[in-house]
């Protein structure tokens, strides 16, 4: 999920990264993300644990993504 807050206590999702609601929530996970900005798009590298993972804190990728147009 991408979100904002203007103080750090209150927060607004503003976007869903990736759609996983009907996989086995014991089996998948998103950890560890670093990212930078680079003009208008976040690009972010994140280890995961998807697609037959033995949990969701086994990582079997690091996947690397991109937000085009983050502030809009």
């Given amino acids: 999920m991408l979100l ?8 607004t999702v503003k976007r869903s990264i990736y759609d996983c609601h009907e ?4 089996k998948i996970g998103f950890q560890y993300v670093d990212f930078f ?4 798009d976040i690009v972010f590298l994140c280890r995961t644990a998807m697609n037959d ?4 804190h086994d990582s079997n990728y690091s996947t690397f993504d991109r937000i ?3 502030r809009k």
Wanted: aromatic share 14%; hydrophobic share 30%; no cysteine.
């Fill in 23 to 26: 996989t086995d929530h014991k």
């Fill in 53 to 56: 993972a033995m949990g969701y």
């Fill in 37 to 40: 900005i680079e003009g208008d």
């Fill in 4 to 11: 904002t807050s203007p103080d750090l206590v209150h927060w």
């Fill in 68 to 70: 085009q147009d983050f």
